[in-house]
């Protein structure tokens, strides 16, 4: 018998929060449901608060360590961050987790 059950990509959802007002826990939120809607599975979530974003790594290097263990515990196929990334940012920031 094969197997026809189509595997769901698990993801974890990446922000950072740049004010105490800000409402970075409520975008994840509607992150996930858009990521659910493209049949993602939502295994995990990383949210820091900074003044401002890293400009090498999106995250600073305490959050991407932490994001790198998730995506391990997790068996995690990839991230999705709640912005936009420069190019600079996306290729650092996957050399720096391998």
Do not use: N
């Amino acid at each position: 018998m094969y197997e026809t059950a189509e595997k769901r990509e698990r993801v974890i959802l990446v922000g950072v929060s740049l004010a105490d007002s800000d409402d970075a826990e409520q975008s994840l939120d509607e992150l996930e449901e858009l990521a659910r809607t493209a049949g993602a599975l939502c295994v995990g979530r990383v949210l820091q608060k900074r003044e401002q974003m890293h400009p090498a790594t999106y995250l600073g290097r305490g959050k991407t360590g932490e994001l790198k263990d998730l995506i391990w515990e997790t068996q995690a196929d990839g991230i999705i961050c709640d912005d936009e990334l420069s190019p600079a940012r996306s290729a650092i920031s996957r050399m720096s987790w391998m």
